[in-house]
């Protein structure tokens, strides 16, 4: 074990004043942020990913914010699904019943993140898609992406956000989905394989 030595700062872990914020971690996670569909619907999906760095280095700290439309393809308009503690009004978590198409989870300390949402149905002329906002230390301004699920080419083809994105690029935006039916989508800041992002004007 290397000993903290003031005199030699490579020995010194790293504090907040050495690291560039904000900090999202501390008051905005909350139980079952991920846990967007009610329970046991049949149409619910499981998401994941990690949320990499320029240099490709998983972030521990990073906060992502989901939400989209549901299987019929309409915006929820419920009001919310949290439950709070009577005693100490702190959140228990989501009853487990309304559908808010909105959730927010945190990365772990390797990058990872999940979630569990209804697969979204198609808007109009868009194909299926999750919005996405990333926030991470080192962006004062959060950052917008999409998550379009595969499965309906044709769609995805057509959509006429993807049919504007550079075709060597347009993979940064489509999830992959594994042997157990569990769709996987990465985050990549910067560097090779940037994820698109948008921007809203």
């Given amino acids: ?19 560039v914020g904000p900090f999202y971690g501390h008051a905005l996670p ?14 619910a999906i499981a998401l994941q990913g990690r949320v ?11 906060f992502l914010e989901l939400w989209g439309a549901d299987p019929d ?12 503690d009577p005693a100490s009004g702190g ?14 989870v945190q990365t772990d300390a390797d990058g990872h993140w999940s979630a569990r949402t209804l697969r979204p149905g198609a808007r109009g002329a868009s194909a299926p898609y999750l919005s996405v906002c990333v926030f991470a230390r080192g962006l004062l301004v959060h950052l917008f992406t999409r998550i ?16 504007r994105v550079d075709p060597a690029r347009r993979d940064t935006l489509i999830a992959t989905r594994d042997r ?22």
């Fill in 1 to 19: 074990m290397t000993k903290i030595d003031p005199s030699r700062p490579q020995t010194v872990l790293p504090t907040p004043s050495h690291t």
């Fill in 180 to 201: 157990s039916g569990t769709y996987r989508f990465d985050i990549r800041l910067q560097g090779e394989g940037e994820t698109v992002f948008l921007e809203f004007q």
């Fill in 148 to 163: 379009y699920l595969p499965g309906d080419d044709a769609a995805l083809a057509a959509d006429p956000l993807l049919r």
């Fill in 73 to 84: 393809g309409e915006l929820p308009t419920t009001d919310g699904s949290m439950r709070r």
């Fill in 30 to 43: 909350f139980p079952g942020g991920g846990d967007i569909a009610p329970l046991g619907h049949p149409d």
């Fill in 91 to 104: 959140f228990l978590g989501r009853n487990g019943v309304e559908f808010t198409g909105w959730g927010r």
């Fill in 52 to 62: 990499y760095d320029g240099e490709g280095a998983p972030l521990p700290d990073a």
